[in-house]
T-cell receptor, first 116, second 114 residues
Framework: GDSVTQTEGPVTVSESESLIINCTYS????????LFWYVRYPGEGLQLLLK?????QKGSSRGFEATYNKETTSFHLQKASVQESDSAVYYC?????????????FGKGTKLSVKS | ETAVFQTPNYHVTQVGNEVSFNCKQT?????MYWYKQDSKKLLKIMFS???????VNETVPRRFSPQSSDKAHLNLRIKSVEPEDSAVYLC?????????????FGPGTRLTVL
């Protein structure tokens, strides 16, 4: 089946430092799945951070970026300068394009703590 | 702003009991989901409902059953809980089915089975 592997947390960085959370995927049912980053801030529900549905494209949101790399089957999340408010749990996810088995497959999540 | 509501927040019960969790979305979405997040933090899809039709059932034990009265509500019933059912159950909704649609999640219900 499909699988997603991401940086094992917790990850702690200082404010204004750069960040990269690695994500690699394995899609057995489809060659070019949709790729997502979801985030869960403390006390809130899981929410979409960004998504990319076309291989080679980059998605961005709230200063975060991720590029869909089909050669390395990766979708790493990056930010040039983190803030304390970025402290959250980040989930990389893969989705097939449709059909009766349409579903999201999530990674285990990476807990990020940003210290001031 | 919360738009997917789940009750209860926590539930502790004994092995063999029946439990039911509620989920309501106020987004006017057509598709709702239940996910299970186990102790290893892995989030796995359990069910998807689109216009009251079950779309996905991921080899979930038969003691689990989704229940929907309308497209805004999707409850989860566990007929006779087992220790391995201890987990956080997340409800979500999306405008339509298909993974390109953003999913909106509720805060989760944490179940502990003693």
């Amino acid at each position: 089946g499909d699988s997603v592997t991401q940086t094992e947390g917790p990850v702690t960085v200082s404010e204004s430092e750069s960040l990269i959370i690695n994500c690699t995927y394995s899609a057995t049912s489809i060659a070019y799945p949709n790729l997502f980053w979801y985030v869960r801030y403390p006390g809130e529900g899981l929410q979409l951070l960004l998504k990319v549905i076309t291989a080679g494209q980059k998605g961005s949101s709230r200063g975060f970026e991720a590029t869909y790399n089909k050669e390395t089957t990766s979708f790493h999340l990056q930010k040039a300068s983190v803030q304390e408010s970025d402290s959250a749990v980040y989930y990389c996810a893969l989705g097939d394009l449709g059909g009766s088995n349409a579903k999201l497959t999530f990674g285990k999540g990476t807990k990020l703590s940003v210290k001031s | 702003e919360t738009a997917v509501f789940q009750t209860p927040n926590y539930h502790v019960t004994q092995v063999g009991n029946e439990v039911s969790f509620n989920c309501k979305q106020t987004l006017g979405h057509d598709t709702m989901y239940w996910y299970k997040q186990d102790s290893k933090k892995l989030l796995k899809i359990m069910f998807s409902y689109n216009n009251k039709q079950l779309i996905v059932n991921e080899t979930v034990p038969r003691r689990f059953s989704p229940q929907s009265s309308d497209k805004a509500h999707l409850n989860l019933r566990i007929k006779s809980v087992e220790p391995e059912d201890s987990a956080v159950y997340l409800c979500a909704s999306s405008r339509d089915w298909g993974v390109s649609y953003e999913q909106y999640f509720g805060p989760g219900t944490r179940l502990t089975v003693l």
